[in-house]
């Protein structure tokens, strides 16, 4: 039984259906403080600003702040209410790029809408309780089944460790980056209660620091060997056999088995690949965009400059001016990963169809 480090969980909708409840990443580790949001612009920017962020929080966010925002409307008239469901919707949608879990969760609520306002035939009034209530049970139902999906990646990717293993991953793809336990890291805490003492290489992840930030903080709370290194040090730790394989979460699979995830992530494939070591993707199948014929076509977000020159230094580390460029994601080619970990078993990239 997989068991989690923290005693809350990163997102959370109140039990009124009122609050959206995030733990803000953005100030971690040096304080932990949670953010109550009653509005949906407030849910839109603690998204863009990733105060809530990894692929699947994000949809889980999103799908809380539809449904608060819809249980909080005032509307009478059933016509105006569903334009303000769209026009939330829609909002939500563009509030980052990459990650399908946003868009997958989103359309799911709309689904529910449609669904509940095409099988009732009453009042206005009542039609709006009744969808009311069903969009706060389908964005719960959305987390309870990524938080299963979690636990069950862990139990498929747990196979791929041995005691006293050394994994190398990047970014965040934890307890923080789903609400509870995580892709990429929660067979690394499972394997770590069954024992087996893994000994975790942490990227740090730049410009956001995700790795540093908040993998290493999860991991240490939770009694796991952590080692932090600057991007630029996985090519040595590599070459000195100091990992067995790499772990990273992903934003999107496309169909044809190319992963989006944090920028670094390809760099890391293409080290692992010349040092023979084994490069494994994890996420739920929320995460792939069967829509999506490959990599090509996945929009990769691009975010401000200051993230680069001046976010988490004391001082502007670079010229005044300086042009900059800030992807936030990039594209592993199939070609490059050794396996990905699903909730329903390990794919080859070129069979990520039948996750289906
Ligand atoms: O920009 P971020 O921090 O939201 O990027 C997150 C990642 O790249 C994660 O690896 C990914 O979302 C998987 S989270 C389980």
New binding site residues.
């Given amino acids: 039984m997989l068991t989690t480090v923290f005693p809350y969980d990163s997102v959370e909708l109140s039990s009124n259906g009122r609050e959206v409840i995030i733990l803000d990443q953005s100030l971690l580790p040096n304080q932990e403080k949670f953010l109550h949001l009653t509005t949906a612009e407030q849910v839109f920017f603690a998204i863009t600003l ?1 105060k809530v ?6 949809g889980i966010a999103a799908a809380f702040g539809l449904a608060m925002t819809i249980n909080r409307s005032k509307c009478r008239e059933l016509d105006l209410f569903e334009k303000e469901f769209l026009r939330t919707k829609r909002y939500l949608y563009i509030s ?1 790029p990459t ?1 399908i879990n946003l868009m997958w969760a989103l359309d799911r609520m709309e689904d529910c809408f449609y669904r509940v306002k095409n099988s009732i035939d009453d009042t206005d009034q009542t039609v709006i309780d009744i969808i009311k209530n069903a969009l706060i049970a389908e964005a719960r139902s959305i987390k309870v089944e990524e938080t299963r999906m979690s636990v069950a990646i862990a139990e498929n990717g747990i196979s791929l460790l041995t005691h006293g293993c050394g994994i190398l991953t ?5 307890h923080l ?2 609400s509870r336990y ?3 890291l929660s067979p690394i805490y499972l394997a770590h209660q069954k024992g087996y003492s893994p000994m975790v290489y942490v990227n740090e992840t730049r410009p ?1 620091l ?1 790795g540093a930030r908040l993998t290493a903080y999860e991991l240490m709370r939770a009694g796991i060997d952590v080692t932090l290194i600057c991007d630029n040090m996985a090519s040595i730790v590599m070459s000195q056999k100091r990992v067995d394989s790499v772990f ?4 999107r699979i496309a169909a044809n088995g190319d992963v989006a ?2 920028v670094g ?1 390809s760099g890391l494939a293409i080290l692992a690949k010349h040092y023979g070591v084994p490069f494994y993707v ?2 739920p199948s929320s ?1 792939i965009d069967f829509n999506c014929a490959s990599g090509r076509d996945i929009v990769i ?1 691009e975010r401000p400059s200051y993230e680069i020159t001046d976010m988490y230094f004391s001082k502007p580390i670079a010229p005044k001016g300086t042009k900059v460029f800030n992807p ?2 990039d594209i592993t080619p199939a070609e490059l990963i050794t396996g990905i970990v699903t909730e329903k078993g390990i794919f080859k990239p070129e069979e990520i169809s039948k996750v289906k």
């Fill in positions: 990733m962020r990894g692929a699947p929080a994000i980052r990650a990047h970014c965040n793809a934890g980056a789903v995580g892709t990429a956001l995700q990273v979460g992903c934003d995830n944090k992530t994890f996420g995460t977000e936030s994601f």
